[in-house]
């Protein structure tokens, strides 16, 4: 009987052996199993939304219309010089279509004769003109994706160019006479059918084109800036744009600076400082954000709400005519390597990382930029430095789980 207790005992205290045995692998084996991800490049930027108004110290042209049919010689935001001519008013709009037509024979047969002057296309090579005719499609198409419509004509009129040179360099075409007399015959008949010459309206001044008036101009005195209190933006914001229906041809841009009044509540103000560059981006399609610095900042005492004008000089069409408009600021860009928080770990007081070498693991040091929601920006050692391998860098394995890390560490 005591024999039977002893041997239960015993198988007893053998199971349980077994048992803590088994479980103490298992958990040994689970404590050597790894969670690791790709550590790759990543950009945070610090960005706040607001709701302005853009202000340029414009002069509107006295010139008028009048009853004549005008035809724009000068785009918006084209930078014009005294003298230089705006707009052309014709008589009547066949006036126009027929000078119209007369400039583009013209430029045609200019193009013509430019492909087949002997003195651009004697020494020139297909494979070099096949390079200049791709170069050429390349900037076209960058400027379709860049929404860059105003560089598109001139581009095409010279791929046009080679695309003729190549046509004569390749013997397919000896010349284009034929097509410069008929084009030619065409001029003949369309210069002598306007009854007479447009009155050109001048640029006065310098300055930059701006062909709608909003009735904005002259609203903000320019040397009153740091008067501009919340209460009068918002004022101004409301009213409503007007365009002045008198016939005028437009107005000039004078100076090259232009500023966006933005208002900024209380509990936003304390993000700008003057003198910080940021960026603004107005969401205009094919149009990235605008570099500009803070210039002043207007604080109401008494509520805290602010007007912040920041400043720029990048000029282009659509940049012109915004008036009343909401932007994102973007105060700075973070770019680093990106990392999950749990793979940073320590060795001693050195703060670091573990990696993936082969089938062993390696300790790398990092230096935090930014901190995140779960993870970090680690700064990317420049290619090359010296220490650009033994650091963190892109494309590396890193661990975010496992237990009992340590450096050179079997990956068994």
Not at 96 to 110: D, G, H, S
Not at 162 to 172: H, Q, V, W
């Amino acid at each position: 009987m005591k024999s039977t207790v002893a041997q239960r005992l015993f198988l007893t205290l053998l199971i349980l052996g077994l048992l803590f045995y088994g479980g103490l692998q298992v958990w040994w084996s689970a404590s050597l199993r790894y969670k690791t991800e790709t550590v790759y490049s990543y950009t945070v930027s610090e960005s706040a939304e607001v709701d302005g108004l853009l202000l340029r110290q414009e002069e509107v042209l006295p010139d008028r219309i009048g009853s004549g049919v005008a035809v724009y010689l000068a785009q918006d935001g084209d930078k014009v010089s005294i003298g230089y001519p705006i707009t052309e008013v014709y008589r009547s709009a066949e006036d126009a279509k027929n000078t119209a037509r007369l400039r583009e024979l013209t430029r045609q047969k200019e193009q013509l004769e430019e492909a087949q002057d002997p003195g651009t296309t004697t020494y020139l090579q297909t494979d070099v003109l096949n390079k200049q005719i791709f170069s050429e499609l390349g900037s076209i198409i960058d400027a379709v994706n860049a929404g860059r419509m105003e560089t598109i004509a001139e581009d095409a009129d010279d791929l046009l160019v080679l695309m003729n040179k190549k046509e004569i360099a390749t013997g397919r075409q000896e010349n284009f006479n034929g097509e410069i007399e008929r084009l030619e015959a065409e001029m003949s008949y369309y210069s002598g059918r306007n009854s007479q010459d447009p009155r050109v309206i001048s640029a006065s001044k310098p300055g930059y084109f701006i062909r709608k008036l909003d009735g904005f101009e002259g609203a903000v005195d320019f040397s009153q800036l740091d008067e501009l209190d919340p209460q009068s933006l918002r004022r101004l914001m409301n009213r409503p744009e007007a365009s002045e229906e008198d016939g005028r041809v437009g107005k000039l841009m004078t100076d090259h600076n232009w500023y966006y009044a933005a208002l900024v509540p209380a509990e936003e103000a304390g993000l700008y400082q003057e003198g910080v560059w940021v960026t603004l981006d107005f969401s205009l399609s094919g149009m990235g954000p605008v570099d500009a610095f803070i210039y002043q900042i207007n604080q109401d005492p008494d509520t805290g709400e602010a007007v912040v004008l920041f400043r720029s000089d990048y000029i282009n069409e659509q940049l012109v005519n915004l008036r009343i408009t909401p932007a994102t600021v973007t105060f700075r860009s973070i770019r680093g390597l990106r990392v999950s928080s749990s793979a940073i770990q320590y060795q001693g007081i050195e703060r670091g990382v573990y990696v993936v070498r082969g089938d062993v693991m390696q300790f790398k040091p990092v230096t935090l930029l930014y901190e995140g929601n779960g993870f970090v920006l680690c700064l990317e050692t420049d290619l090359m430095d010296p220490s650009y391998e033994s650091n963190l860098k892109q494309y590396d394995e890193v661990v975010v789980e496992g237990a009992q890390l340590y450096d050179n560490k079997p990956m068994q």
